[in-house]
């Protein structure tokens, strides 16, 4: 039962390097999402997907692109990385509806230096 | 759009006496609320959700929350607390204009004094 499922894990880039994270999920969720957490900021929001074929600016979307290519995938491309952008990042979805709790992959720690 | 407000950034406890983690949300309709920990170098966890059935929810861990719509507040709460709480914890929001935008608090970190 894998649940969400994030890769890599850990990555080191250079500035001006690009990379793409990948996000799986076996749940058939409709709802999937992209998350950035720094220290004593919580978890902010990238970008969204409502559903296949849609995506949704979230709270700090610049410097980022995301694919829903779909159901079960979520990308987040890094076109041309920052040290700005050093960051663990989350992927979570959701099924669609009130009260529902969104679930998590285990994050990817990205440094860019 | 909604929005949430966690009062305190750190919270220091004694082993055995409460725990109060306050949150404050902003909301246009009638929001779902949401608290998750995540203990250190670990993902997130769901403690527990408000649905509308009831005020008081109960969570795991001994963990509870009440809504007060009144105070647009959705505090945490727990008698007792352990060690083992000791972690961060965030207070998360979605409202009926967007059940898919799901924000989060800047979250509070809880130490717990032996």
């Known amino acids: 039962n894998a649940g969400v499922t994030q890769t890599p894990k850990f990555q080191v880039l250079k500035t001006g390097q690009s990379m793409t994270l990948q996000c799986a999920q076996d749940?058939?969720?409709?709802?999937m999402y992209w998350y950035r957490q720094d220290p004593g900021m919580g978890l902010r929001l990238i970008y969204y997907?409502?559903?296949?074929?849609?995506?949704d600016k979230g709270e700090v979307p610049n410097g980022y692109n995301v694919s829903r290519l779909n159901k079960r995938e979520f990308s987040l491309r890094l076109e041309s990385a920052a040290p700005s952008q050093t960051s663990v990042y989350f992927c979570?979805?959701?099924?669609?509806?009130?009260?529902?709790?969104?679930?998590f992959g285990q994050g990817t720690r990205l440094t860019v230096v | 759009a909604q929005s949430v407000t966690q009062l305190d950034s750190h919270v220091s406890v004694s082993e055995g006496t409460p725990v109060l983690l306050r949150c404050n949300y902003s909301?246009?309709?009638?929001?779902?609320l949401f608290w998750y920990v995540q203990h250190p170098n670990k993902g997130l966890q769901l403690l527990l959700k408000?649905?509308?059935?009831?005020?008081l929810v109960k969570g795991i861990n001994g963990f509870e929350a009440e809504f007060k719509k009144s105070e647009t507040s959705f505090h945490l709460t727990k008698p007792s607390a352990h060690m083992s709480d000791a972690a961060e914890y965030f207070c998360?929001?979605?409202?009926?204009?967007?059940?898919?935008?799901?924000?989060f608090g800047p979250g509070t970190s809880l130490s717990v004094i032996p």
């Open positions: 979570a979805s959701r099924l669609q509806g009130k009260s529902t709790e969104a679930f």
């Open positions: 749940m058939n969720h409709n709802s």
């Open positions: 997907s409502a559903s296949e074929g849609t995506t």
């Open positions: 909301s246009s309709y009638s929001p779902s």
């Open positions: 408000y649905t509308s059935a009831a005020t």
């Open positions: 998360v929001v979605s409202d009926e204009t967007s059940y898919d935008k799901v924000i």
